[in-house]
C-alpha cells in the first residue's frame, strides 16, 4: 500500500514537470485544435482538418517565436506573455483537476487546489515567454 502511494506520488510529480516544460506550448495547440475543430465544423473532412489544424499550429508556433524575438518593448512583451499565460493556465487548471478528481472524492478541494495550480502554470508559462522567443536566435 505504501509502495503504491509512493509510486503514484513519483508519477504525478513527473507529469506536473513534463507539464511545466510543454506549458508554453499550449497557445499554438489551442489554435491549431480550434481550427481544426472549425474546419471539420465547416465540413471538411477528418485527414484535411487534422492538416490544415497542425498547420495551423506550427504557423502560430513560428509566428510567435518571430513576435518575440523581434520586441524590444516590454510592454509588448508582456502583451505576448498574457496571451500565452492565458491558455497555459487553462490547460494547467484542466490537467490538474483531471488527476486530483482521480484521487479525492471530494467536490470542492479539486477545484481549489487545480485553481492555485492554474495560477502556477500561469506563471510558469510568463517566466519562460523571455526565453522561447531567444532559443532559436543565431548567435
Known amino acids: 500500500m505504501i509502495l503504491a502511494f509512493v509510486i503514484t506520488l513519483v508519477a504525478v510529480v513527473a507529469l506536473c514537470g513534463l507539464m511545466l516544460n510543454i506549458v508554453i506550448f499550449a497557445l499554438p495547440l489551442t489554435a491549431g485544435a480550434a481550427l481544426g475543430l472549425a474546419l ?75 485553481g492555485v495550480g492554474a495560477l502556477a502554470f500561469g506563471i510558469a508559462a510568463w517566466i519562460k515567454v523571455p526565453q522561447f522567443g531567444r532559443t532559436h536566435e543565431l548567435a
Not at 58 to 75: C, D, E, H, K, Y
Not at 81 to 110: N, Q, V
Open 40 to 114: 471539420h465544423s465547416a465540413g471538411y473532412g477528418i485527414p484535411a482538418s487534422l492538416f490544415l489544424g497542425a498547420l495551423g499550429a506550427i504557423a502560430t508556433l513560428v509566428l510567435l517565436q518571430f513576435a518575440l524575438g523581434a520586441t524590444r518593448s516590454s510592454v509588448l512583451l508582456a502583451m505576448i506573455g498574457m496571451l500565452i499565460a492565458a491558455p497555459a493556465a487553462f490547460a494547467g487548471y484542466h490537467f490538474l483537476l483531471g488527476l486530483l478528481r482521480l484521487f479525492t472524492p471530494d467536490a470542492a478541494f479539486p477545484n481549489v487546489l487545480a
